[in-house]
């Protein structure tokens, strides 16, 4: 069964350093989605992309954050200048469809973000 | 504005006893319902969905969950517990007539006692 890959699986960086997370989406899906989980806490929605362009974004995802799909199968999150509140494990959906007859979201493994 | 809320931080079940895990919601305009497992160190997986039609519906693993509007509850059930159910389950909301955004429950992690 096809799956969404997400790279790596942990990064460390440092604060106030750019850091790429990315994610290979199931190869039909159309409609592309980060989350994050806070150590802890629950699963908060971040951002939809759909068309190249952003469908819809939470108050999380403020101008540090940026997502991109630049090759037509990878699905970047970009985090500009990462703070400590920044550590979560990020997780990267796809769907085939939105609205409508409406299919579950398929996740990745997350990336494990910690901000040193 | 749209709410999940899973009352329970942890549920015990003794293998092979059956197991509820809870789930309210509240949407604005029709639900859509999920139930996703997160095993450790793994991505969220899809259990089970309610879109309409039968409050039962049947997902994977034996799960299956009730949908019941008067309640705004959609509760995950398993007739017979295993070990291996032992992990994180979420509920989710979606509101049927806005944008593809998912709302997740806090979570209730489920432990089968063997």
């Known amino acids: 069964e096809p799956e969404v890959t997400q790279t790596p699986s942990h990064q460390v960086t440092q604060m106030g350093q750019e850091v790429i997370l990315r994610c290979v989406p199931i190869s039909n899906h159309l409609y592309f989605y980060w989350y994050r989980q806070i150590l802890g806490q629950k699963v908060e929605f971040l951002v939809s992309?759909?068309?190249?362009?952003?469908?819809?974004k939470s108050e999380i995802f403020d101008d540090q954050f940026s997502v991109e799909r630049p090759d037509g199968s990878n699905f970047t999150l970009k985090i500009r200048s990462t703070k400590l509140e920044d550590s979560a494990m990020y997780f990267c959906?796809?769907?085939?469809?939105?609205?409508?007859?409406?299919?579950?979201?398929?996740f990745g493994d997350g990336t494990r973000l910690s901000i040193l | 504005a749209q709410s999940v809320a899973q009352p329970e931080d942890q549920v015990n079940v003794a293998e092979g006893n059956p197991l509820t895990v809870k789930c309210t919601y509240s949407?604005?305009?029709?639900?859509?319902l999920f139930w996703y497992v997160q095993y450790p160190n793994r991505g969220l997986q899809f259990l089970l969905k309610?879109?309409?039609?039968?409050?039962l519906v049947k997902g994977s693993y034996g799960f299956e969950a009730e949908f019941n509007k008067s309640q705004t509850s959609f509760h995950l059930k398993k007739p017979s517990a295993l070990v291996s159910d032992s992990a994180l389950y979420f509920c989710a909301v979606r509101d049927m007539n806005r944008d593809d955004k998912i709302i997740f429950g806090k979570g209730t992690r489920l432990h089968i006692l063997p």
């Open positions: 949407v604005s305009g029709n639900p859509y």
């Open positions: 992309f759909y068309n190249n362009e952003i469908s819809e």
């Open positions: 959906a796809s769907s085939p469809l939105g609205q409508g007859d409406y299919q579950p979201q398929h």
């Open positions: 309610y879109i309409t039609g039968d409050n």
